[in-house]
């Protein structure tokens, strides 16, 4: 199946040294070739980069990793196919509006038998079982919602509806809106938080570290999240099969 790679910080961040070890993992250390993409949160803008080549060789990923694009929210996905062609259009993460806001969306899973897409505002671009849960998820979140709605009503409606679309197979999602990220496991998901004392990290794909106390302030705050942890002397936590918890200034919350 595919994997996930997510970032929420209290202050914009780059993702750079997460990224190399992650992109490796698109065809190189594992087999996750069918493409790959990722989002990065500016203010109201949202950056998207995508490519159908795999992330260990593309052109567009070396950009990423050598780009210090700074974010407080951010994610990213690289592609084992199961459902769809190896195209653009099947390519996570995917984007939408909803309330004024670009929503992201990215699924590692596989889902049967999903309900069709109704209403007038959402329907998939590609034939993966991921586009269509998302738009499955925003259309019933406009038919909730007017008007966006606080933290608190958004998790109790995601607690609400997210059980439905899981009960068709593997569910591991992440999805954020560019204030909160919101995380879902069905199988695997690993989470960690850094903040003072920083230390040095080390990457599991790669022969590189870094020292987190040359590139942070004592007031940061950076979650990261992963389908397989990205380090190999940091702690991560694993999630629990259907648990979400949603990420805000790079601190978690338990929803579900």
Known sequence: MCQLLGMNANVPTDICFSFKGFACRGGRTDHHSDGWGIAFFEDKGCRLFLDYLPSA????????QRYPIKSKNVISHIRKATQGIVNLANTHPFQREIWGQYWIFAHNGDLTALPMVTGDCYRPVGSTDSEQAFCLILTHLRQRFAQAPSLAELSAELADFIPTLAAHGVFNFMLSNGEWLFAHC????????????????????????????????????VAVIATIPLTTNETWQAMNAGEMVYFSDGQVTKVL
């Open 57 to 64: 060789t593309s052109p567009v990923a070396e950009l990423v």
């Open 186 to 221: 069905s199988t695997k998901l690993h989470y960690i938080i850094r903040q003072a004392p920083f230390a040095v990290a080390h990457l599991v794909d790669e022969q590189v570290s870094i020292d987190f106390n040359e590139v942070t302030t004592p007031n940061d705050r």
